[in-house]
């Protein structure tokens, strides 16, 4: 038996944002008809899973949403609860022209022009309907995002609102 102590070294930043790059949970949210490329992303195809990204039905348990498709003001205000409830930190990506700005339907009294009136994106991701590859391509995006914070540095409130 060799008793030697083994030592791993790496930044912190590194170690804490490789979990969570590897581990990209997303939250459904098809509204339209891109609901229908953001479900094959997730089929043999695509197959998002190999990169870390497992879909979850609980926003308690996520952390990126995937809007794909128009967002009716009816369905806005269920959008922002959702977001809310998502733990931070938190992710977007708006999918497809309708989520985007609109899209086909920019002229109608009930749909938002951008989700981003709603909640904040971090990729836009155009067209309509996007492929499976370039919503691949958007997930790695934020994962590339991931890599890059840094944890060390930020500043933590203290308990009772004090800095």
Known sequence: MNDEARV???KVDWLLNW???NSLWYLLFGTACCGI?????????????RF????RAV????????????VTYKMAE?????YDQMPEPKYVI???SCANCGGLFTRSYSVVKGVDLVIPVDI???????RPEALTDAILKIQKKIQSERWVDKRRPLAHGRT
Do not use: F, H, K, N
């Open 8 to 10: 791993l070294t790496t």
């Open 19 to 21: 979990g969570r790059w």
């Open 37 to 49: 490329e953001l479900m094959q992303t997730g089929g043999p195809r695509a197959d998002v899973d």
């Open 52 to 55: 870390g990204a497992v879909p």
């Open 59 to 70: 926003p308690r348990q996520s952390d990126l949403m995937i809007v794909a498709g128009a």
């Open 78 to 82: 269920r959008v922002r609860l959702l």
């Open 94 to 96: 708006a999918m497809g």
């Open 124 to 130: 836009y991701l155009p067209g309509c309907a996007p």
